[in-house]
Every structure is written in structure tokens, then in C-alpha cells.
């Protein structure tokens, strides 16, 4: 069994409370979740307006299809035009 996580470091440029972050981000976890059937959550940056932190978990029996899924929620992430990508993380275990 191997658990695929990345960890996303996002800007979310023009946001001014806290209800128009957490609208954004209740956008794009559940689009991820959706369509790559995944458990995703934010674990950082809680308290912050335009900076926020998204962990995404895959758990599969292949490191290659983790991988492939994780690169996938990488590109949907990046095109997503409400949010800037700062850094991101990827492990296995």
C-alpha cells in the first residue's frame, strides 16, 4: 500500500475576508475531490486571507498511479486562475 500526499503553498491574490477565502478554497477542494477522488483539506494558513496551505491524499497498491493522480491535482491547481502556486511538496509512504 503506499499513500501519495502533496502539499500545496497557495497565494489567493484580490481575497479581503476570510469568507471569500474559504469560498475559493471550498471551490477548488471540491473540484480535486471530485474529480480525482481524493481526500483533500486545508492544513495551514488558517487564520490568513490571501495565504492558504491544501494537503491532497491518494492511497493506492501502485507509486506510479499515486504519482500520476498527484501530478494531475498539480496541473488543476496551477490553471486554476484564482490561485498562485508558491510551493508544493510531494511524498510517498
Known sequence: MVIGICTFELH????????AKRGVLKRLKARIANKFNVSVAEV???DSWQRSTIAVA????????ANQVLSKVTELVTS????VLIDQ????L
Open 89 to 92: 511538496k510531494m511524498s510517498f
Open 12 to 19: 489567493l491574490e484580490g481575497i479581503h475576508s476570510l469568507k
Open 80 to 83: 486554476n486562475s484564482e490561485v
Open 44 to 46: 495551514d494558513y488558517l
Open 58 to 65: 491518494v492511497v493506492s497498491n501502485d507509486q506510479r498511479f
